[in-house]
């Protein structure tokens, strides 16, 4: 099941990459990106890099790296430390 879920998640990481054009046409133009990054293809650039995060966190997710970083941040906050 979680290689299905990771198929899924790397494609749509992927279509985002790749077509971030159709994307900011529908979602619109990122204020905090435009803003931030000093261009106007600041929310280009917000959505490519959103669609590689993805990409990232679900291979992170099939491999047990997530699991494993958040357990390491989150864990000595709810005293159940290693």
């Not at 959103?50 to 491999?63: E, Q």
């Not at 047990?64 to 709810?78: D, E, H, R, T, V």
Request: aromatic letters at 20%; a positive charge.
């Amino acid at each position: 099941m979680k290689y299905i879920i990771f198929l899924i998640l790397i494609g749509f990481g992927f279509l985002i990459v790749w077509k971030n054009e159709k994307f900011m046409e529908f979602f619109g133009r990122v204020a905090w990106a435009e803003k931030h990054f000093g261009f106007s293809g600041g929310s280009r650039l917000f959505y490519k890099m959103f669609g590689i995060a993805i990409i990232i966190l679900s291979a992170m997710m099939l491999t047990g790296w997530l699991q494993k970083i958040i357990l390491a941040i989150f864990a000595p906050m709810i005293g159940k430390g290693r």
